[in-house]
């Protein structure tokens, strides 16, 4: 199913092998590192320079959204102060950065994978 493989950061073409190789860390600050192609099936993940500056687009609906159901459920249903639905939209938004960057990247990869 083609949600699961994209939560499972897997590559589109055959599904078996991960498109990071590695899982990254927030707070030593390193950015996940994709591989280049496929083990698998020699799948290039990057199809042109520059491909992944669109990935942006996805993450930025990704932050949104996550960050929205976030400021509701904390000002509405919590009944949480202003300031800290705010403060708590900052946490959230830095702790899910990292899960938002492999996110969109895969999302990205799937949206532009012509299966032939
Ligand atoms: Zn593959």
Request: one cysteine or more; hydrophobic letters at 45%; proline letters at 3%.
């Amino acid at each position: 199913m083609q949600f699961l493989d994209i939560i499972r950061y897997k590559c589109p073409k055959c599904k078996k092998n991960n498109i990071f190789n590695s899982k990254g860390n927030l707070f030593l600050l390193q950015i996940p590192k994709m591989n280049e192609r496929c083990e698998n099936c020699n799948y290039k993940y990057e199809i042109e320079t520059g491909f992944f500056f669109g990935a942006m687009y996805v993450s930025y609906g990704l932050t949104v959204a996550e960050i929205t159901i976030f400021s509701i459920l904390s000002f509405f249903i919590f009944k949480a102060s202003l300031l800290t639905t705010f403060l708590g939209v900052i946490v959230v938004s830095v702790l899910l950065s990292i899960k938002n960057y492999k996110l969109a990247r895969t999302i990205w990869i799937y949206l532009f994978y012509k299966p032939t």
